[in-house]
């Protein structure tokens, strides 16, 4: 049973930055960070593939959030630069055990396990 504990969540000034973290205790395919806001559907944010290192971002983030991984900690981040009051929603981090997420990273209906969630506020 994989494990995932999300940390790093908080209030940041528009134009700053955030870390999220998310320590994963076993094997996976993909890991991936989702976000849902207030009355919003829930969206895929990025992704990295365990076998390559491969990444993807949704156009919203693209060019100011990073994601990577330190294997040795086996902690994926989730780095958000310059981030906008649009941002603000609760992070979850998501497994994917099976390698079903090949099929398309974005679809949160393909990861099987799940972090508890980080709050992240854009905020001045």
């Known amino acids: 049973q994989l494990q995932l504990v999300e940390s790093g969540g908080g209030l940041v000034q528009p134009g700053g930055s955030l870390r999220l973290s998310c320590e994963v205790s076993?094997?996976?395919?993909?890991i991936a960070w989702f976000r849902q806001a207030p009355g919003k559907e829930r969206e895929g944010v990025s992704c990295?593939?365990?076998?390559?290192?491969?990444?993807h971002y949704a156009d919203s983030v693209k060019g100011r959030f990073t994601i990577s991984r330190d294997s040795a900690k086996n902690t994926v981040y989730l780095e958000m630069n310059n981030p906008k009051p649009e941002d603000t929603a609760v992070y979850y981090c998501?497994?994917?055990?099976?390698?079903?997420?090949?099929?398309?990273?974005?679809?949160?209906?393909?990861?099987?396990?799940w972090g508890q969630g980080a709050q992240v506020t854009v905020s001045s």
């Open positions: 998501a497994a994917d055990s099976q390698g079903w997420t090949v099929v398309g990273w974005s679809r949160g209906d393909l990861y099987d396990f």
């Open positions: 076993g094997f996976t395919y993909s």
């Open positions: 990295i593939i365990s076998r390559d290192g491969s990444t």
